[in-house]
């Protein structure tokens, strides 16, 4: 059982960049591989990218090359920095937690666990 909270939401202006940070409780941290989804207003839930136990990552190719995902076991946090944003970008972000074992997770049926959301609004 792990509870995920995230933060670092916001507006921000096309081009700019946010951190967005998922912080865990609960059973220990670093045997959840961990994932990040978005959805757009009006649209259905999508992956973004994800990063397993022994941190090996994996993205969409909408997030490649623009967002990062990275985990700080000790201090029981995932993060998602998202570099070059576009409107289109604009969604509830969320962080989600998978006890599975595998090489990377991109479904939302790995993930049991979900933490409330963040909306990130960018501009134009």
């Known amino acids: 059982q792990v509870q995920l909270v995230e933060s670092g939401g916001g507006l921000v202006q096309a081009g700019g960049s946010l951190r967005l940070s998922c912080a865990a409780s609960?059973?220990?941290?670093?045997?959840?591989?961990m994932g990040w989804f978005r959805q757009p207003p009006g649209k259905e839930r999508e992956f973004l990218a994800s990063?397993?136990?022994?941190?090996?990552?994996y993205y969409t190719d909408s997030a490649k090359g623009r967002f990062n995902i990275s985990r700080d076991n000790a201090k029981n946090t995932v993060y998602l920095q998202m570099n070059s944003l576009k409107p289109e970008d604009t969604a509830v972000y969320s962080c989600?937690?998978?006890?599975?074992?595998?090489?990377?997770?991109?479904?939302?049926?790995?993930?049991?666990?979900w933490g409330q959301g963040t909306q990130v609004t960018v501009s134009s």
């Open positions: 609960g059973r220990t941290f670093s045997n959840y591989a």
């Open positions: 990063i397993s136990t022994s941190s090996n990552t």
């Open positions: 989600a937690a998978s006890e599975l074992r595998k090489s990377y997770y991109d479904t939302r049926r790995d993930y049991p666990y």
